[in-house]
């Protein structure tokens, strides 16, 4: 559920929905998602979201690949943690859970235009049985995972410490550290600085895995002081500042709750800066309000050395911790890993890249001048035993038919070679790593598709030494991989219009994609089964078994048209598709220039030699008329975007 899919279609249908509902609804499919076979890999692909290397932090033993989590309290009962672990998290904390199951019979309420969350039963949980479980259960998880421990309300000293240290106990062979929830604790009057104190102390001496403070931000200086020197000495490593602010005018019937989001943001960064001077060499997590990459900024700038998203996935979306990873990356003053140096087979990678492109274009353009001129080649009629002019008085369209094919091809030729040379140059050229996987993904398929005509015993002995040509520049182009995660431009900090209008025109991008591959496969299968759709006959005015009867090569000459075409479309559109779903970032003007430029060859090959040749069926070319449309919208809605940085 990547931004340009959450934002335009699941939140407006989930916020229709209670809270709740919704909750559930979103959890329990993208956990269902990660369990079945390959999930982890179509969310990986989908929103292509693996932390930049750079990013990685190392706190004692433990390794974070970005300083960004998720908080505690948004999937309390484990469901999609396997699936959440791959949204481009360094970390995830979970719980609250407590010993016993809390039941607190809370509501969650969304105030969409203030863009909070009120919880009034911020401890509610199943327990740790049912938690541990749970966790025992979710493999995959390669990313630190920490737990909110909470005791029941109104325990004594006593029963708090034995509840937190069998939960330590039990929980400390699935975890990284551990976070102490006080907000059940906070102000009542037997908890005083010696009482925190031999209670921390407790807990401390039950681990050797960080200890974490969890504090809401409301506190006052008067409040938070003495538990935050009672942690210091204790000998906890620092604390998260999370849980929301306190709000006794809530709308969750005239009841105290929590309230996380925008509204609490401000007092959050404000208690981060305020701890980070009373507690100088302590690990804080900042959260609270992280709406936007800016947010997350902000609170690193205050004195977070981590910070964790609660709400800001709820309206912002699952796109939002690589939106900060990136921005992350691109506002510190990061020294890029050097470059490997690479021997060079008589041209830099991206140079042969370009030479694939090049050879593709020039492959398409000549392929569109036979087939708007005499369509056959040589070969062709020997194949045949026949001329051109001999197929002419056997089917006057014929010869029409087969130029619409080839010339749909020729352009989808055109297409993947301006694709592959805007990738090599822009992306190998400076060794990122999505744009080696585009053309790996394309080019694999596309070389692959030479096979699909073979059984029929036509043999293409121009698309032969075309593929034998450029295979191995194909093959020279991606011969080491490509390790940069990203181009170094402006940081996009805000959710601001250019952003929401280029993630609409981003998923119509992607349905293209989607449509471009499934109509090649649609066509590869007709070339290699029946060859013809209905409104092919009536174009010819005949029958499959009549063109058959009149020469029984004609058929298979035909399919080999039908299958070239339809595996270069799947390899276009595999290429579109992954450009559409990992390439749209603010300031990348190549990509809006790539789409257009490669979409240019194709829609006019497509439909224009329709009209050429009077092949006109409406039903045929609605869907070519569907994508025309959609592609100049795109086009439209992306161009601010990635135009303006």
């Given at each position: 559920?990547?931004?340009?899919?959450?934002?335009?279609?699941?939140?407006?249908?989930?916020?229709?929905?209670?809270?709740?509902?919704?909750?559930?609804?979103?959890?329990?499919?993208?956990?269902?998602?990660?369990?079945?076979?390959?999930?982890?890999?179509?969310?990986?692909?989908?929103?292509?979201?693996?932390?930049?290397?750079?990013?990685?932090?190392?706190?004692?033993?433990?390794?974070?690949?970005?300083?960004?989590?998720?908080?505690?309290?948004?999937?309390?009962?484990?469901?999609?943690?396997?699936?959440?672990?791959?949204?481009?998290?360094?970390?995830?904390?979970?719980?609250?859970?407590?010993?016993?199951?809390?039941?607190?019979?809370?509501?969650?309420?969304?105030?969409?235009?203030?863009?909070?969350?009120?919880?009034?039963?911020?401890?509610?949980?199943?327990?740790?049985?049912?938690?541990?479980?749970?966790?025992?259960?979710?493999?995959?998880?390669?990313?630190?995972?920490?737990?909110?421990?909470?005791?029941?309300?109104?325990?004594?000293?006593?029963?708090?410490?034995?509840?937190?240290?069998?939960?330590?106990?039990?929980?400390?062979?699935?975890?990284?550290?551990?976070?102490?929830?006080?907000?059940?604790?906070?102000?009542?009057?037997?908890?005083?600085?010696?009482?925190?104190?031999?209670?921390?102390?407790?807990?401390?001496?039950?681990?050797?895995?960080?200890?974490?403070?969890?504090?809401?931000?409301?506190?006052?200086?008067?409040?938070?002081?003495?538990?935050?020197?009672?942690?210091?000495?204790?000998?906890?490593?620092?604390?998260?500042?999370?849980?929301?602010?306190?709000?006794?005018?809530?709308?969750?019937?005239?009841?105290?709750?929590?309230?996380?989001?925008?509204?609490?943001?401000?007092?959050?960064?404000?208690?981060?800066?305020?701890?980070?001077?009373?507690?100088?060499?302590?690990?804080?997590?900042?959260?609270?309000?992280?709406?936007?990459?800016?947010?997350?900024?902000?609170?690193?700038?205050?004195?977070?050395?981590?910070?964790?998203?609660?709400?800001?996935?709820?309206?912002?979306?699952?796109?939002?911790?690589?939106?900060?990873?990136?921005?992350?990356?691109?506002?510190?003053?990061?020294?890029?890993?050097?470059?490997?140096?690479?021997?060079?087979?008589?041209?830099?990678?991206?140079?042969?890249?370009?030479?694939?492109?090049?050879?593709?274009?020039?492959?398409?353009?000549?392929?569109?001048?036979?087939?708007?001129?005499?369509?056959?080649?040589?070969?062709?009629?020997?194949?045949?035993?026949?001329?051109?002019?001999?197929?002419?008085?056997?089917?006057?369209?014929?010869?029409?038919?087969?130029?619409?094919?080839?010339?749909?091809?020729?352009?989808?030729?055109?297409?993947?070679?301006?694709?592959?040379?805007?990738?090599?140059?822009?992306?190998?050229?400076?060794?990122?790593?999505?744009?080696?996987?585009?053309?790996?993904?394309?080019?694999?398929?596309?070389?692959?598709?030479?096979?699909?005509?073979?059984?029929?015993?036509?043999?293409?002995?121009?698309?032969?030494?075309?593929?034998?040509?450029?295979?191995?520049?194909?093959?020279?182009?991606?011969?080491?991989?490509?390790?940069?995660?990203?181009?170094?431009?402006?940081?996009?900090?805000?959710?601001?219009?250019?952003?929401?209008?280029?993630?609409?025109?981003?998923?119509?991008?992607?349905?293209?994609?989607?449509?471009?591959?499934?109509?090649?496969?649609?066509?590869?299968?007709?070339?290699?089964?029946?060859?013809?759709?209905?409104?092919?006959?009536?174009?010819?005015?005949?029958?499959?078994?009549?063109?058959?009867?009149?020469?029984?090569?004609?058929?298979?000459?035909?399919?080999?048209?039908?299958?070239?075409?339809?595996?270069?479309?799947?390899?276009?559109?595999?290429?579109?598709?992954?450009?559409?779903?990992?390439?749209?970032?603010?300031?990348?003007?190549?990509?809006?220039?790539?789409?257009?430029?490669?979409?240019i060859p194709g829609f006019v090959s497509g439909i224009g030699i329709h009209f050429t040749v009077g092949y006109v069926d409406f039903t045929h070319l609605l869907p070519a008329y569907v994508a025309v449309i959609i592609f100049l919208v795109a086009l439209v809605l992306l161009k601010p975007y990635l135009s303006r940085t």
């Amino acid at each position: 559920m990547p931004d340009w899919s959450y934002q335009t279609m699941f939140r407006p249908l989930l916020f229709l929905m209670p809270p709740e509902r919704a909750k559930s609804i979103t959890l329990k499919s993208i956990g269902t998602l990660a369990k079945i076979p390959g999930g982890p890999s179509i969310i990986e692909w989908m929103g292509h979201m693996e932390p930049p290397s750079q990013l990685s932090k190392t706190m004692g033993a433990i390794t974070f690949p970005t300083p960004v989590g998720l908080g505690a309290g948004l999937d309390t009962e484990c469901i999609a943690i396997q699936a959440l672990s791959k949204f481009g998290f360094g970390f995830l904390e979970l719980g609250p859970v407590s010993k016993e199951p809390i039941d607190s019979h809370g509501t969650v309420q969304r105030d969409i235009t203030a863009m909070d969350i009120h919880y009034s039963g911020y401890l509610s949980n199943n327990g740790i049985n049912t938690f541990l479980r749970r966790l025992k259960g979710a493999s995959g998880i390669k990313i630190p995972i920490g737990v909110r421990l909470a005791c029941q309300p109104e325990t004594s000293l006593r029963e708090a410490t034995e509840e937190l240290q069998e939960l330590i106990d039990r929980l400390e062979g699935f975890c990284s550290f551990f976070t102490i929830d006080t907000r059940t604790n906070i102000g009542q009057p037997e908890w005083s600085h010696t009482t925190w104190v031999e209670h921390f102390s407790c807990l401390r001496n039950q681990t050797d895995l960080p200890l974490l403070l969890a504090v809401p931000p409301s506190l006052t200086e008067a409040e938070a002081l003495p538990i935050l020197t009672s942690a210091k000495e204790a000998g906890l490593n620092g604390l998260v500042v999370a849980g929301g602010s306190i709000q006794e005018d809530s709308p969750c019937a005239n009841t105290p709750v929590y309230t996380t989001g925008k509204s609490s943001h401000e007092q959050a960064v404000k208690f981060v800066s305020w701890a980070r001077e009373q507690w100088s060499d302590a690990l804080i997590v900042g959260s609270g309000g992280i709406l936007e990459p800016q947010d997350a900024l902000t609170f690193l700038a205050a004195g977070a050395n981590f910070v964790q998203l609660h709400s800001g996935l709820v309206y912002s979306g699952p796109g939002l911790p690589k939106r900060i990873n990136e921005a992350i990356l691109q506002s510190q003053p990061i020294t890029d890993p050097p470059q490997e140096k690479r021997p060079a087979f008589l041209f830099p990678l991206w140079v042969w890249g370009i030479l694939l492109g090049v050879g593709m274009l020039i492959g398409g353009v000549l392929a569109w001048l036979v087939a708007a001129t005499t369509v056959v080649l040589p070969y062709d009629e020997r194949f045949l035993g026949m001329s051109a002019d001999q197929l002419t008085l056997l089917n006057a369209q014929i010869l029409s038919f087969m130029s619409h094919d080839r010339i749909s091809l020729a352009g989808t030729m055109i297409s993947i070679g301006v694709l592959y040379s805007q990738l090599a140059y822009h992306g190998l050229r400076k060794e990122i790593h999505w744009t080696r996987t585009v053309l790996l993904v394309s080019g694999t398929v596309g070389f692959s598709s030479f096979f699909l005509f073979i059984g029929y015993g036509y043999f293409d002995y121009v698309h032969a030494i075309l593929a034998l040509v450029l295979f191995p520049m194909f093959l020279l182009a991606l011969r080491t991989p490509a390790k940069v995660h990203l181009t170094r431009l402006p940081p996009q900090l805000h959710n601001d219009r250019d952003w929401q209008m280029a993630l609409w025109g981003q998923l119509l991008f992607v349905i293209i994609g989607f449509g471009l591959t499934g109509a090649g496969i649609i066509i590869s299968i007709i070339g290699v089964t029946g060859v013809f759709v209905p409104s092919d006959l009536v174009f010819l005015c005949v029958s499959a078994d009549t063109l058959q009867s009149y020469n029984e090569r004609l058929i298979p000459v035909i399919a080999h048209d039908r299958a070239g075409f339809g595996g270069a479309l799947v390899s276009n559109g595999l290429a579109v598709l992954l450009i559409s779903l990992w390439g749209i970032r603010r300031g990348e003007a190549w990509i809006w220039w790539t789409l257009f430029l490669a979409g240019i060859p194709g829609f006019v090959s497509g439909i224009g030699i329709h009209f050429t040749v009077g092949y006109v069926d409406f039903t045929h070319l609605l869907p070519a008329y569907v994508a025309v449309i959609i592609f100049l919208v795109a086009l439209v809605l992306l161009k601010p975007y990635l135009s303006r940085t």
